[in-house]
């Protein structure tokens, strides 16, 4: 399973492309998931809105074209935010989720403590913790610097884990 882990922002956007090797056994740990390519689609705060919202469009839509995602794993929005902030991610997911409708591509949410007591362990993980268990989890060090670029990879391992699980519970039954 090939899926497409976003934490949506209008300033920066964070994505990571994330697969699932199918040739493991789905009662493996995340150590079968492989990330494929990552990145953060940035925009200037001294553009319009529309010509903000366009370039978020356009990197995910490239994205989804280049990398054919069976799904999208997104953050939750985190609702004790700035109102100003709260309304731009908000914009942003808009933009994520009508490209998901145009591609038929199913979206699961994530609220970000779900994410980081999949990622740590620990609900109240600081973005260091999260980065470092990214790193370990995914046994490299080759994890962008960027915090949205490697919360949109926890988010995209969080789904693939809870997949597993999922997967799992259902063979048990």
């Known amino acids: 399973m090939k899926i497409l882990g976003i934490d949506p922002g209008l300033a920066q956007t964070g994505w990571a492309i994330l697969k699932k090797n199918s040739n493991q056994s789905t009662s493996s740990n995340s150590g079968s998931i492989e990330l494929i390519k990552c990145g953060c689609i940035k925009t200037s705060s001294d553009l319009d809105l529309p010509q903000r919202l366009n370039i978020l469009y356009s990197g995910l839509r490239n994205i989804i074209k280049k990398y054919k995602p069976e799904l999208i794993a997104i953050e939750k929005q985190f609702l004790y935010q700035k109102s100003q902030a709260v309304l731009h991610t908000s914009e942003a997911r808009g933009i994520i989720f009508l490209l998901a409708a145009q591609k038929n591509i199913k979206i699961k949410e994530y609220n970000p403590k779900e994410v980081k007591v999949a990622i ?17 989890l995914l046994r490299t060090e080759n994890i962008p610097r960027q915090d949205d670029t490697s919360d949109a990879i926890a988010v995209g391992i969080c789904h693939l884990n809870s997949f597993l699980l999922e997967s799992t519970s259902k063979i048990d039954t």
């Open 120 to 136: 740590t362990g620990y609900g109240s993980a600081d973005k260091n913790q999260v980065r470092f268990m990214v790193k370990k």
